[in-house]
Each structure stands twice: as structure tokens, then as C-alpha cells.
């Protein structure tokens, strides 16, 4: 495995599962919260749903698709996004539930559409026993530099030109968005709320990871090739660093981020933090061979890094050398896999996630 130029800060301060829930968890949550994502709101807001069209034999396939519009209301308005639910026609029992935070074009998720694609196989996915669901990040802040005045934020923020220095970034606006899409989903009786999971490919990779760190009712995340700010550890990464993801997307992060431009090494947080506040729910993370700019062996030494604040539960962590490509490496509740190939989501990544997910203990008694 690949040691960077210095260690990251220590995970853990104390031995103990309890000290780590009460003490330690909290802090690393508002150091990266105030440091790189920032701040989005807790409370003051509420969240409904609506069932907004219905599709039967979506993408041709017999699997049913529900629009449904989330609308959230914040003291300065209303904000309304759709997402896409994907059910079997066929089915038993609530089911389990695969969230896709998707970053790329509608399409991709949209039931009218007569593509199906890898980045979403819904029908592979409804095979092997899951409802898919998916947002469109753009659909909850616009993935453009725009002062964040077409977002979701602007319900929230009366003066967004003197923003403070931890305020949230689009990243935790996606993350927000995607919370409010499992403010709906857990109640649907068709869907099973204990087993709903958040996965994301590249930037909505990095959104994944941070929203199950601050929502616990995500049963597990799938950072896909999520790199610089997501899975990588920051610290002797190879391809992107943060003065790069700060130039080119100024708006992801909060204004504090910027401060570390150049400054990896004096951080006080490196990115094994983020995974390890999932534990010790399951976490998958998979990187491309081609994908250096993502860099896949600083996102497999985060996935081993992380592993400390899973034995503090009990659980196992990731442990040995950098796997061969298509070599799925699972650690009780962390699973990493290296597929061959470029920056991208597969149907190869969706099944060696499924295949994780089925081998956990409280996944397959269900
Ligand atoms: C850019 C960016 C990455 C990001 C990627 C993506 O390449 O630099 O950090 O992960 O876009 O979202 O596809």
C-alpha cells in the first residue's frame, strides 16, 4: 500500500466505542462540516412529497416509475426538485433501496427515456432485489459558479453576497437534497427504510459519502471514483489536490476550504475522517484503473485508514496490499473494489456493490 509524504492527523483519540459516538465522531464532524463542506441547515425547514406522474414499463423493461416532487419550504420560501422511483412490477416485502445521486444528465434517470446505461442498469438493479431511485444534483443547486441564487439555498440565505466562511457549498446542498429524497422514501410502505442507500459517481460521489456521514438513516454509501475531497486521502494525492478542486469548482465547498490551498500537509483533517464517520455502517468505495486524476490508491488507503473507527464496533476493516483490478476486497463492513477502466460508473460497480451489500449479516436476514 501507498504511504503518503506525511500521515494524516489521527483518527482516534480514545479506545472506545462510546467516547468515539460522544466525543470524537462529533468533533470530526464539525471540523470537516466548518472546514471543507460547510454548514447546511439542521432544522427551520420542512419537507413533503407528491406523486407526480407515473410511468408504466419504464425503459421497456416491467418495472414501474414513480415522479414524485419534493418540496421544501424554509422561512424565505418553497423549494421543489423531483426524483425517480423505480419499483418491480413483481415484488415481495419491502424492499431495499439504491439512491443514486445522479451528476450527469437526466436521461440517464428519466423513465422517457429510451437509454439505458450502465451509470443507472435499473434493470439490473430491480433483478437482484432493489428499488432505484435517483435526484439530479442540478435539480437542488445548479452546478454552476451563480452565486448560489438558483439553488436550494437561496431559500434559506437572505443575503448571499456576504456568505459566511463555513456556510454550505453545493456538495452539502446535494447532500440536502438527497436527505430530503429519504425524508420521502422512508415512508413509502413499498420500500424498506432500515435498508436505503446512498451511491454517487465522481462529485456525487463525494456528495454520497458526506450525506450518510450526517444521515444516519443511510444504511451504507458507494463512493464511485470519487477522488479529491471525497474517498482519496488528501495528503500525498496524486492527480487533483485541493487548490485544483477549488480553482475549477469554487462554490462545491465552503469559503474555509480555500484556506488549505497548497496546505495539505498542515491540515487537521484528512479524508479517512469522512469514511469513518459512516462507521460501522456498511461503506463501499471503487476506484478506475485509468482514473489517476482521482487518484485509486489514496482512495483505497482512506478505505484501510477508516477501518480504526470500525473495530471500535467490532467490525473488521480493509487490510493488505492495493488490489489487482477486478479483485473485490471485502472487510466485513468495508468493501473496496479497482475496476479496469476510465473515470465512470458500470454496471460492473453497481453489481460488486449489490454483491457487498447481500453478504452483510443484518442485510441478507431480512
Ligand atoms: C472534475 C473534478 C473532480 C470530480 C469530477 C466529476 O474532474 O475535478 O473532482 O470528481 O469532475 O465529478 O466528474
Not at 431495499?96 to 451509470?119: A, C, H, M, Q, Y
Not at 435526484?135 to 448560489?148: A, N, P, S
Not at 420521502?184 to 456528495?207: F, M, N, W, Y
Not at 456498511?282 to 490508491?297: H, I, K, N, R
Request: glycine share 8%.
Amino acid at each position: 500500500m501507498k504511504v503518503p509524504s506525511s500521515l494524516p492527523p489521527v483518527l482516534l483519540k480514545e479506545t472506545s466505542s462510546e467516547t468515539w459516538e460522544n466525543s470524537r465522531r462529533p468533533e470530526l464532524l464539525a471540523l470537516l462540516r466548518d472546514e471543507v463542506y460547510g454548514a447546511a441547515p439542521l432544522r427551520g425547514f420542512s419537507t413533503r412529497f407528491s406523486l407526480s406522474e407515473e410511468t408504466k414499463d419504464a425503459m421497456h423493461t416491467k418495472i414501474d416509475c414513480r415522479a414524485y416532487t419534493v418540496t421544501v419550504s424554509a422561512p424565505l420560501g418553497e423549494y421543489r426538485f423531483p426524483f425517480y422511483l423505480y419499483l418491480p412490477q413483481q415484488r415481495k416485502g419491502p424492499l431495499p433501496v439504491l439512491l443514486l445521486i445522479n451528476n450527469r444528465e437526466r436521461g440517464l434517470i428519466d423513465p422517457k427515456s429510451s437509454r439505458t446505461d450502465g451509470f443507472f442498469p435499473v434493470a439490473e438493479l430491480t433483478a437482484r432485489g432493489f428499488a432505484a431511485a435517483a435526484l439530479l444534483t442540478k435539480d437542488v443547486d445548479t452546478d454552476q459558479d451563480d452565486g448560489f441564487q438558483n439553488g436550494i439555498v437561496r431559500i434559506f440565505e437572505s443575503d448571499l453576497s456576504h456568505r459566511a466562511p463555513n456556510a454550505w457549498g453545493t456538495i452539502a446542498a446535494w447532500a440536502f437534497g438527497a436527505s430530503r429524497v429519504m425524508d420521502c422514501l422512508s415512508q413509502l410502505p413499498e420500500l424498506d427504510p432500515a435498508r436505503i442507500s446512498a451511491v454517487g459517481h465522481s462529485r456525487g460521489g463525494k456528495t454520497a459519502l458526506w450525506c450518510a456521514a450526517n444521515d444516519r438513516r443511510f444504511y451504507s454509501a458507494y463512493s464511485s471514483c470519487s477522488g479529491c475531497t471525497g474517498a482519496a486521502i488528501t495528503r500525498g494525492k496524486q492527480g487533483e489536490r485541493v487548490a485544483d478542486i477549488n480553482r475549477a469548482f469554487p462554490y462545491w465547498f465552503c469559503q474555509n476550504y480555500k484556506n488549505w490551498n497548497g496546505r495539505e500537509e498542515e491540515m487537521p483533517f484528512d479524508q479517512q475522517m469522512l469514511l469513518a464517520l459512516i462507521a460501522p455502517r456498511p461503506l463501499y468505495v471503487g476506484s478506475a484503473t485509468e482514473d489517476l486524476w482521482a487518484d485509486p490508491q489514496a482512495e483505497f488507503l482512506s478505505a484501510c485508514l477508516a477501518g480504526e473507527a470500525y473495530r471500535l464496533y467490532g467490525e473488521k476493516g480493509l487490510a493488505g496490499e492495493f488490489p489487482a483490478p477486478e479483485t473485490p476486497l471485502h472487510g466485513g463492513r468495508i468493501g473496496y473494489h479497482l475496476r479496469t477502466g476510465e473515470h465512470n460508473l458500470t454496471a460492473y460497480d453497481w453489481q460488486r456493490y449489490i454483491d457487498f451489500l447481500q453478504g452483510q449479516p443484518d442485510f441478507a436476514v431480512k
